[in-house]
């Protein structure tokens, strides 16, 4: 099976409809990509749980290991980490309580979609969040 997104139009009222994302891989160095998507999101109102074992705290929010240590729903969980690593991180997806899973641009794994699409849920790859909301803002 081919990874077939959402429409832009579906892409952009999951983006409306959202409030709280959680950023798997974010980095605190600021010249990195993770962490430069992730700041813009934040500035556009999202609230953002930076999901990565190896800091504290990213752009002023208190950092978890693993996504089984949020608490209460996420709208989406957007993942930066290498392709090979998607289908582990979508098997931790399925245990929380999150509505779509999303993997940045340049980054697809037809196992962690196809898993993800059996179960029902919305999954987007190979898209970057922050591009997604600036153009489906305008439609």
Not at 65 to 80: M, Q, Y
Not at 98 to 111: C, I, K, M
């Amino acid at each position: 099976m081919a990874i077939e997104n959402p429409s832009r139009q579906e892409i952009g009222a999951i983006l409306k409809k959202a409030k709280r994302i959680a950023v798997v891989g974010l980095s605190k160095n600021p010249e990195r990509t993770s962490y430069q998507v992730t700041k813009e999101m934040q500035k556009a109102g999202y609230e953002i749980i930076p999901v990565n074992p190896t800091v504290d705290e990213v752009l002023g929010v208190k950092a978890v290991a693993s996504l089984k240590e949020i608490e209460g729903h996420v709208d989406i969980v957007n993942v930066f980490r290498r392709s090979e690593q998607l289908f582990d991180v979508a098997k931790e997806f399925d245990d929380m309580d999150a509505d779509v899973f999303w993997a940045q641009l340049g980054l697809a794994n037809e196992e962690a979609y196809e898993f993800l699409k059996s179960k029902g849920y919305t999954v987007i790859m190979d898209r970057c969040i922050k591009v997604e909301h600036a153009v489906t803002k305008a439609l």
